[in-house]
């Protein structure tokens, strides 16, 4: 691994990645359908995992603000447009071409193993690209696409109003009046741009570091880019290949799948850094 690093933000990072992938691994046809012990074991997952919304959507928008200078000029903002192109916007793309390339091979050569998912959708470019994505777990990402685009107006309103708007975005989300993803994003915007500060949190961190690999985010980044896909066919062959279908037999298919696509994955990013780095650094947006 590359050198190490003092951050806990990296273990957010992680935890949160974590989280989304156990999250998808579920199969939720599974709950209510005679299995008493998986039932309640996927309803637990579920509820604990519920968090994945405001986790994901918190930590990008306290990432996207945490370098801000006191007073950002137009070429800050000219620079994070480049940033988001790079990190964001072109990942985004890459993984749901790669995604559609898949879809397209299963239904011609493999259909059963695709049926029930996104039917017909899969052959409309606005949907492969942005109304669903077509890697349909993106659409977390998509949202952060969307707030990058008025990053600006987050900015004024949250630093000039002292939080003040993102309180008024909480409401109005509680009205359903607006989107739940702003508010997150907002609230996590708040803690980079306003001068929230914990002081003994921050003094315990700082006495107490946590070495983590350099290049931990992109890691990470991967993993979430890639996940979803393979999930869909894992969680298949996993029911399909179970000598009976049992509670303990889809609980081990649920989190093995999570299990075995992290680690597959992270072999695949381990590969691609090796021998394909620069394809790498364009995958996940790092160059």
């Known amino acids: 691994?590359?050198?190490?690093?003092?951050n806990w933000l990296d273990l957010l990072i992680i935890l949160?990645?974590?989280?989304?992938?156990?999250?998808h691994a579920s199969i939720p046809s599974w709950i209510d359908q005679g299995y008493p012990a998986f039932d309640v074991v996927g309803k637990a997952i579920i509820w604990v995992t519920g968090i994945v919304l405001p986790a994901f959507l918190f930590l990008a928008g306290y990432l996207c603000f945490r370098d801000t200078p006191r007073k950002p000029d137009v070429r800050w903002f000219g620079q994070k447009y480049l940033c988001g192109l790079k990190r964001l916007v072109i990942p985004f793309l890459i993984a749901n071409v790669l995604s559609w390339g898949v879809y397209a091979t299963a239904y011609k050569f493999a259909p059963s193993m695709m049926s029930g998912f996104l039917?017909?959708?899969?052959?409309?470019?606005?949907?492969?690209?942005?109304?669903?994505?077509i890697n349909l777990s993106l659409w977390l990402l998509r949202e952060v696409i969307v707030a990058f685009l008025i990053l600006p107006v987050y900015y004024f309103l949250i630093r000039y109003t002292w939080g003040?708007?993102?309180?008024?975005?909480?409401v109005l989300c509680a009205f359903h009046l607006l989107p739940e993803t702003v508010f997150w994003f907002a609230l996590g915007a708040s803690f980079a741009i306003l001068p929230l500060r914990i002081q003994r949190i921050s003094l315990w961190m700082e006495q107490h570091p946590l070495p983590t690999p350099e290049d931990t985010f992109d890691?990470?980044?991967?993993?979430?880019?890639?996940?979803?896909?393979?999930?869909?066919?894992?969680k298949k062959i996993g029911v399909?290949?179970?000598?009976?279908?049992?509670?303990?037999?889809?609980?081990?298919?649920?989190?093995?799948?999570?299990l075995f696509l992290v680690l597959g994955l992270s072999a695949i990013y381990l590969l691609l850094r090796r021998f394909a780095p620069k394809l790498?650094?364009?995958?996940?947006?790092?160059?």
């Open 219 to 234: 890691w990470c980044y991967f993993v979430f880019l890639y996940h979803y896909i393979p999930q869909l066919v894992m």
């Open 280 to 287: 790498l650094a364009v995958v996940v947006g790092s160059e």
């Open 1 to 6: 691994m590359k050198r190490h690093q003092n």
């Open 119 to 133: 039917d017909g959708d899969w052959q409309d470019p606005l949907f492969v690209l942005w109304k669903g994505p």
């Open 164 to 170: 003040a708007a993102t309180i008024a975005v909480g």
């Open 240 to 258: 399909m290949l179970l000598p009976e279908i049992n509670s303990g037999g889809l609980i081990a298919v649920w989190l093995l799948n999570a």
């Open 16 to 23: 949160v990645t974590g989280i989304v992938v156990l999250r």
